[in-house]
């Protein structure tokens, strides 16, 4: 592995797949005789430090249409949070049901599980069939895998039956030394980025795209207001930037005015800390609160100068979507791809089909739409929200600054990758967009 890396690191990358791959490697798991350890806690208590481990795994067979990557840097995103809490369910069945699917995913089910649904890093091996990519190029990595057997997903990938979350619904993620991707997960990484920059806007940039931007989303428009929950987090952030760049205008919901001053920064003016407002959506377990819809709905006017939401950008879920559903203009959409807060949502239909409203799901992104996603980052229209990095040994507490919601934008995680700075390759146009590439650091 000292070897890959000094390749790397001397930018002696036509040597890299002349070099042997190790047999093992060191890598972030969690482990299937531990999913009960949080039995019975609160989810809150739920600690991901206790769960996720540093150690060293076997390097998996590569397989047709496939390539092995050496990690410089990965990051944290909220499925690896789920998957270290064992929530909803532990990650362990979806590893059983995919191994059963051919003799090749049969690899997949172990007992432990390597985690990670980001990477930048170098293409060390491919895999017979593979022609696009060689060992030697420099990548980050989309986290949709999907095998397009049936018909299904032959116009939106996303839609095939066998569709699944690198590193969260497979194994071999991008927390680690080395990955194990579908050679259709690659793309390019971005010259002027650091490793740890360009690995960090994955994941949430591609679901934020689809979510808010592709018309299999919200196909939002020049002129739209749209209420992004969460703005400065994961994808609220990439989230803020698609409405700035695209011509319309964010309505930033943040818990602090440190949140809100990293809003501002993005170029967003018009914010709500939540905080603040003190909003009680819920009366108690099961009554929510409509008046407090309303004085949300009155803030957004105040803020807009009278004009509702064409879009809501939602991921909180229960806590929220009621306050969502109401709120959204007449005729306008709620674009839903998560429920970090509860997945049984409740909401009053009749603001929705008396005001001809939509609700749309969205998830991840298809190969195209990811790939659309990094290009705008690559070409400086898109910054990287980095605002933390830690070393692979101390993922656990990556993980856990992001359960307790202690983040801003995106935590970063150094796999090869011997510190931060390293690996940029466009000096020029790095210095051109420095601030912006900066904005989410030391808040
Ligand atoms: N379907 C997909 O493809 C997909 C992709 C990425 C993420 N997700 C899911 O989306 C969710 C968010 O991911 P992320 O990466 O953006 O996480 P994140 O970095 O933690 O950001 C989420 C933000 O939402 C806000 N928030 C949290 N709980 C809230 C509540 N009860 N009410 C209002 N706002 C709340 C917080 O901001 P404030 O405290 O500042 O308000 C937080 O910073 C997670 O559940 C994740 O699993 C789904």
Redesign the pocket.
Known sequence: MEKIRDAILSGDLSAVGGLDVPDHYRAVTVHADEVEMFAGLPTPDKDPRKSLHVEDVATPELGPGEALVAVMASAI???TV?TSIFEPLDTFGFLRRYGKTSELAKRHDLPYHVVGSDLAGVVLRTGPGVGAWKPGDEVVAHCLSVELEHPDGHNDTMLDPEQRIWGFETNFGGLAELALVKSNQLMPKPAHLTWEEAASPG??NS?AYRQLVSRNGAAMKQGDTVLI????????SYATQFALNGGATPVC????PA?AEICRRMGAELIID?SAEDYKFWSDENTQNPREWKRLGAKIRELTGGEDPDIVFE??GR??FGASVYVTKRGGTIVT?????GFMHQYDNRYLWMHLKRIVG???ANYREASEANRLIAKGKIHPTLSKVYPMEETGQAAYD?HR?A?QGKVGVLCLAPSEGLGVRDEEMRAKHINAINNFRGV
């Open positions: 995103n909220y499925n789920w994941l949430v679901t929950w969460g703005a400065s987090g994961g994808l609220g919901v943040v818990s602090s949140k939540r991921h909180p806590e929220t791809c998560a429920s970090t807060s969205s998830h991840f992001v919601n983040h």
